[in-house]
T-cell receptor, first 123, second 111 residues
Framework: EVQLVESGGDLVQPGGSLRLSCAASGFTFSDHFMDWVRQAPGKGLEWVGRIRNKANSYSITYAASVEGRFTISRDDSKKSLSLQMNSLKTEDTAVYYC???WGQGGTTILVSWGQGTLVTVSS | NFMLTQPPSVSESPGKTVTISCTGSSGNIGSNYVQWYQQRPGSAPTTVIYEDNQRPSGVPDRFSGSIDSSSNSASLTISGLKPEDEADYYCLSYDSDTHGVFGGGTKLTVL
């Protein structure tokens, strides 16, 4: 059974930093593309970014709203995905989900989701 | 910027059929696969359709997906509606730079 478990969500001040993690199990992590998706309170889903697999050079694509502030990384040996968030803004307040899937033409066919971790940016 | 537009809400009675649309703002929606996700209140999203019309194991065949290139839209159809189908539904596809794009979501009410 595929399991994705996020951790690291917290209350942080504007301008601060936070690192989220996602522990994966139940599938061949190294083969999969991994994405981050967020959802602000009472709002819809927003795609944050993606890291591809080794066969695709671990290349990364970010949403414009987080480019230059957020960094996605993965450790295939630990079956772990991370999201380093810097220069946080109040509008980054959201539940952050990690999601997995297979690659298709550089995009991700997202099929599995974690339960999410809440990040609150407030003074 | 590529956008996907969904109706904010739809409602239908139990046992009936409902279709939720997802219309692309430009280009050819068929150039990248469309996925559909169900999100019940307080829960994480789950996948009900991937690659336009494929169902993950465990998703009943009451759920189906399709693409209409003439209207540049994707559709999620749920037949034999049940109360437990009441949820928010989101479509996902990608722009020409492989950025993910979600539709705004549709709240399904089963009356």
């Amino acid at each position: 059974e595929v399991q994705l478990v996020e951790s690291g969500g917290d209350l942080v001040q504007p301008g601060g930093s936070l690192r989220l993690s996602c522990a994966a199990s139940g599938f061949t992590f190294s083969d999969h593309f991994m994405d981050w998706v967020r959802q602000a309170p009472g709002k819809g889903l927003e795609w944050v970014g993606r890291i591809r697999n080794k066969a695709n050079s671990y290349s990364i694509t970010y949403a414009a709203s987080v480019e230059g502030r957020f960094t996605i990384s993965r450790d295939d040996s630990k079956k772990s995905l991370s999201l380093q968030m810097n220069s946080l803004k109040t509008e980054d307040t959201a539940v952050y989900y990690c999601a997995s899937g297979w690659g298709q033409g550089g995009t991700t066919i997202l099929v599995s989701w974690g339960q999410g971790t809440l990040v609150t940016v407030s003074s | 910027n590529f956008m996907l537009t969904q109706p904010p809400s739809v409602s239908e009675s139990p046992g009936k059929t409902v279709t939720i649309s997802c219309t692309g703002s430009s280009g050819n929606i068929g150039s990248n696969y469309v996925q559909w996700y169900q999100q019940r209140p307080g829960s994480a999203p789950t996948t009900v359709i991937y690659e336009d019309n494929q169902r993950p194991s465990g998703v009943p065949d009451r759920f189906s997906g399709s693409i209409d290139s003439s209207s540049n839209s994707a559709s999620l159809t749920i037949s034999g509606l049940k109360p437990e189908d009441e949820a928010d539904y989101y479509c996902l596809s990608y722009d020409s730079d492989t950025h993910g794009v979600f539709g705004g979501g549709t709240k399904l009410t089963v009356l």
